[in-house]
T-cell receptor, first 113, second 117 residues
Framework: AQKVTQAQTEISVVEKEDVTLDCVYE???????LFWYKQPPSGELVFLIR??????QNEISGRYSWNFQKSTSSFNFTITASQVVDSAVYFC??????????FGKGITLSVRP | KAGVTQTPRYLIKTRGQQVTLSCSPI?????VSWYQQTPGQGLQFLFE???????NKGNFPGRFSGRQFSNSRSEMNVSTLELGDSALYLC????????????????FGAGSRLTVL
Protein backbone atom coordinates (compact mmCIF):
# COMPACT_ATOMS: atom_id res chain seq x y z
CA ALA A 1 0.00 0.00 0.00
CA GLN A 2 1.13 3.50 -0.70
CA LYS A 3 1.19 6.21 1.92
CA VAL A 4 2.16 9.87 2.02
CA THR A 5 2.73 11.66 5.29
CA GLN A 6 2.87 15.40 5.66
CA ALA A 7 3.54 15.84 9.35
CA GLN A 8 3.23 19.63 9.28
CA THR A 9 -0.38 20.78 9.16
CA GLU A 10 -0.05 24.55 9.28
CA ILE A 11 2.89 26.88 8.74
CA SER A 12 2.88 30.63 9.09
CA VAL A 13 5.76 32.79 7.89
CA VAL A 14 6.41 36.41 7.19
CA GLU A 15 6.90 37.49 3.61
CA LYS A 16 10.42 36.96 2.25
CA GLU A 17 11.16 34.12 4.65
CA ASP A 18 12.17 30.75 3.23
CA VAL A 19 9.88 27.86 4.05
CA THR A 20 10.34 24.10 3.66
CA LEU A 21 7.42 21.71 3.39
CA ASP A 22 8.14 18.14 4.44
CA CYS A 23 6.89 14.97 2.80
CA VAL A 24 7.61 11.34 3.63
CA TYR A 25 6.30 8.49 1.51
CA GLU A 26 5.95 4.73 1.59
CA UNK A 27 5.72 2.44 -1.42
CA UNK A 28 6.77 -1.01 -2.53
CA UNK A 29 6.96 0.02 -6.16
CA UNK A 30 10.43 0.32 -7.63
CA UNK A 31 9.25 2.87 -10.15
CA UNK A 32 7.19 5.70 -8.80
CA UNK A 33 6.63 9.41 -9.15
CA LEU A 34 6.42 12.16 -6.59
CA PHE A 35 4.49 15.36 -7.02
CA TRP A 36 3.75 18.61 -5.31
CA TYR A 37 0.44 20.32 -5.96
CA LYS A 38 -0.80 23.66 -4.64
CA GLN A 39 -4.43 24.41 -3.81
CA PRO A 40 -5.23 28.12 -3.53
CA PRO A 41 -8.53 29.29 -1.98
CA SER A 42 -10.23 28.93 -5.37
CA GLY A 43 -10.05 25.16 -4.87
CA GLU A 44 -8.30 24.13 -8.06
CA LEU A 45 -5.18 22.03 -7.48
CA VAL A 46 -2.24 23.30 -9.48
CA PHE A 47 0.69 21.11 -10.47
CA LEU A 48 4.08 22.36 -9.26
CA ILE A 49 6.73 19.69 -9.70
CA ARG A 50 7.22 16.01 -10.49
CA UNK A 51 10.12 13.70 -9.81
CA UNK A 52 10.64 10.03 -10.73
CA UNK A 53 12.20 7.47 -8.44
CA UNK A 54 15.32 7.13 -10.54
CA UNK A 55 16.26 10.77 -10.48
CA UNK A 56 17.47 12.04 -7.14
CA GLN A 57 19.04 15.13 -8.56
CA ASN A 58 17.74 18.12 -6.69
CA GLU A 59 16.84 21.17 -8.67
CA ILE A 60 15.86 24.75 -8.35
CA SER A 61 13.18 26.35 -10.46
CA GLY A 62 12.75 30.01 -9.75
CA ARG A 63 11.79 30.36 -6.10
CA TYR A 64 11.01 26.63 -5.82
CA SER A 65 13.45 23.87 -5.01
CA TRP A 66 13.06 20.31 -3.90
CA ASN A 67 15.12 17.74 -2.06
CA PHE A 68 14.45 14.12 -2.96
CA GLN A 69 16.19 11.50 -0.82
CA LYS A 70 15.33 7.86 -1.43
CA SER A 71 17.35 6.75 1.60
CA THR A 72 14.92 8.53 3.90
CA SER A 73 11.87 8.33 1.57
CA SER A 74 11.51 12.07 1.70
CA PHE A 75 10.57 14.64 -0.91
CA ASN A 76 10.75 18.08 0.65
CA PHE A 77 9.78 21.29 -1.09
CA THR A 78 11.23 24.72 -0.38
CA ILE A 79 9.91 28.13 -1.31
CA THR A 80 12.55 30.82 -1.19
CA ALA A 81 11.63 34.40 -0.38
CA SER A 82 7.98 33.57 0.19
CA GLN A 83 5.26 35.91 -1.04
CA VAL A 84 1.68 36.47 0.08
CA VAL A 85 0.47 34.82 -3.14
CA ASP A 86 2.15 31.61 -2.00
CA SER A 87 -0.52 31.23 0.69
CA ALA A 88 -2.32 27.98 -0.12
CA VAL A 89 -2.59 24.34 0.85
CA TYR A 90 0.31 22.27 -0.48
CA PHE A 91 -0.09 18.59 -1.21
CA CYS A 92 2.58 15.98 -1.73
CA UNK A 93 1.43 13.04 -3.85
CA UNK A 94 2.75 9.64 -4.89
CA UNK A 95 2.02 7.91 -8.19
CA UNK A 96 2.78 4.22 -8.47
CA UNK A 97 2.18 1.39 -10.87
CA UNK A 98 -1.45 2.27 -11.44
CA UNK A 99 -2.95 5.54 -12.45
CA UNK A 100 -4.17 6.80 -9.10
CA UNK A 101 -2.37 9.35 -6.97
CA UNK A 102 -2.07 9.00 -3.22
CA PHE A 103 -2.10 12.40 -1.57
CA GLY A 104 -0.88 13.54 1.81
CA LYS A 105 -3.22 15.48 4.09
CA GLY A 106 -1.79 18.79 2.95
CA ILE A 107 0.01 21.68 4.62
CA THR A 108 -1.68 25.05 4.98
CA LEU A 109 0.86 27.77 4.34
CA SER A 110 0.07 31.32 5.40
CA VAL A 111 2.43 34.06 4.30
CA ARG A 112 1.89 37.31 6.19
CA PRO A 113 2.89 40.67 4.72
CA LYS B 1 -6.62 26.54 -24.03
CA ALA B 2 -9.64 25.88 -21.85
CA GLY B 3 -9.04 24.14 -18.55
CA VAL B 4 -10.99 21.38 -16.89
CA THR B 5 -14.59 22.45 -16.42
CA GLN B 6 -16.79 21.06 -13.69
CA THR B 7 -20.50 21.66 -13.28
CA PRO B 8 -22.28 22.49 -11.12
CA ARG B 9 -19.88 24.35 -8.84
CA TYR B 10 -22.17 24.21 -5.83
CA LEU B 11 -25.17 22.12 -5.00
CA ILE B 12 -27.27 21.21 -2.01
CA LYS B 13 -29.11 17.91 -1.72
CA THR B 14 -30.94 16.04 0.99
CA ARG B 15 -30.25 12.57 2.29
CA GLY B 16 -31.53 9.83 0.05
CA GLN B 17 -31.38 11.88 -3.13
CA GLN B 18 -28.95 11.27 -5.94
CA VAL B 19 -26.61 13.64 -7.71
CA THR B 20 -24.79 13.76 -11.02
CA LEU B 21 -21.63 15.81 -11.50
CA SER B 22 -20.10 16.64 -14.85
CA CYS B 23 -16.54 17.13 -16.00
CA SER B 24 -15.21 18.36 -19.33
CA PRO B 25 -11.49 17.61 -19.67
CA ILE B 26 -8.87 19.58 -21.51
CA UNK B 27 -9.13 19.02 -25.24
CA UNK B 28 -6.98 16.04 -26.21
CA UNK B 29 -6.89 14.56 -22.73
CA UNK B 30 -8.31 11.05 -22.74
CA UNK B 31 -8.00 10.23 -19.06
CA VAL B 32 -10.37 11.61 -16.44
CA SER B 33 -9.97 10.96 -12.73
CA TRP B 34 -12.28 11.83 -9.86
CA TYR B 35 -11.27 12.63 -6.29
CA GLN B 36 -13.26 13.35 -3.16
CA GLN B 37 -11.88 15.96 -0.78
CA THR B 38 -13.09 16.25 2.81
CA PRO B 39 -11.51 17.91 5.86
CA GLY B 40 -11.26 14.61 7.68
CA GLN B 41 -10.11 12.20 4.97
CA GLY B 42 -8.31 14.60 2.65
CA LEU B 43 -8.09 13.78 -1.04
CA GLN B 44 -9.25 10.30 -1.90
CA PHE B 45 -9.26 8.66 -5.30
CA LEU B 46 -12.66 7.62 -6.60
CA PHE B 47 -12.04 6.29 -10.11
CA GLU B 48 -10.33 6.89 -13.40
CA UNK B 49 -11.68 6.55 -16.92
CA UNK B 50 -9.74 6.19 -20.12
CA UNK B 51 -11.35 5.80 -23.53
CA UNK B 52 -14.78 5.24 -21.97
CA UNK B 53 -13.52 2.42 -19.74
CA UNK B 54 -13.04 2.50 -16.00
CA UNK B 55 -9.37 1.80 -15.59
CA ASN B 56 -8.99 2.06 -11.84
CA LYS B 57 -11.27 2.35 -8.85
CA GLY B 58 -10.79 3.51 -5.28
CA ASN B 59 -12.35 2.15 -2.10
CA PHE B 60 -15.78 3.68 -2.25
CA PRO B 61 -19.15 1.95 -2.03
CA GLY B 62 -21.15 1.07 -5.11
CA ARG B 63 -23.31 4.17 -4.60
CA PHE B 64 -20.49 6.04 -6.33
CA SER B 65 -20.36 5.43 -10.04
CA GLY B 66 -19.12 7.15 -13.13
CA ARG B 67 -18.87 6.99 -16.84
CA GLN B 68 -17.01 8.56 -19.71
CA PHE B 69 -18.38 9.49 -23.08
CA SER B 70 -16.76 9.23 -26.49
CA ASN B 71 -15.74 12.91 -26.35
CA SER B 72 -13.90 12.17 -23.05
CA ARG B 73 -16.39 14.12 -20.98
CA SER B 74 -17.17 12.34 -17.75
CA GLU B 75 -19.94 12.19 -15.21
CA MET B 76 -20.03 10.79 -11.74
CA ASN B 77 -23.16 9.83 -9.89
CA VAL B 78 -23.81 9.33 -6.21
CA SER B 79 -27.04 7.61 -5.29
CA THR B 80 -28.82 7.48 -1.94
CA LEU B 81 -26.85 10.40 -0.57
CA GLU B 82 -25.60 10.34 3.00
CA LEU B 83 -24.47 13.22 5.19
CA GLY B 84 -20.89 11.97 4.89
CA ASP B 85 -20.95 12.47 1.14
CA SER B 86 -20.69 16.22 1.68
CA ALA B 87 -17.40 17.09 0.05
CA LEU B 88 -15.57 18.84 -2.72
CA TYR B 89 -15.49 16.55 -5.74
CA LEU B 90 -12.54 17.21 -7.98
CA CYS B 91 -12.13 16.07 -11.54
CA UNK B 92 -8.73 15.90 -13.19
CA UNK B 93 -7.69 15.14 -16.73
CA UNK B 94 -4.38 14.02 -18.18
CA UNK B 95 -2.81 13.20 -21.49
CA UNK B 96 -2.42 9.56 -20.65
CA UNK B 97 -1.13 6.81 -22.87
CA UNK B 98 -2.92 3.50 -23.02
CA UNK B 99 -0.80 2.00 -20.28
CA UNK B 100 -1.10 2.44 -16.56
CA UNK B 101 1.14 5.17 -15.32
CA UNK B 102 1.66 6.97 -12.07
CA UNK B 103 3.61 9.59 -13.94
CA UNK B 104 0.66 11.49 -15.32
CA UNK B 105 0.48 15.15 -14.47
CA UNK B 106 -3.11 15.88 -13.57
CA UNK B 107 -4.87 19.11 -14.44
CA PHE B 108 -7.67 19.70 -11.98
CA GLY B 109 -10.94 21.50 -12.26
CA ALA B 110 -12.22 23.87 -9.58
CA GLY B 111 -14.49 21.18 -8.17
CA SER B 112 -18.13 20.66 -7.37
CA ARG B 113 -18.96 21.36 -3.74
CA LEU B 114 -21.76 19.07 -2.59
CA THR B 115 -23.62 19.67 0.64
CA VAL B 116 -25.96 16.96 1.87
CA LEU B 117 -28.57 18.03 4.44
Amino acid sequence: AQKVTQAQTEISVVEKEDVTLDCVYETRDTTYYLFWYKQPPSGELVFLIRRNSFDEQNEISGRYSWNFQKSTSSFNFTITASQVVDSAVYFCALGGANSKLTFGKGITLSVRP
Amino acid sequence: KAGVTQTPRYLIKTRGQQVTLSCSPISGHRSVSWYQQTPGQGLQFLFEYFSETQRNKGNFPGRFSGRQFSNSRSEMNVSTLELGDSALYLCASSFSSGSYSGANVLTFGAGSRLTVL
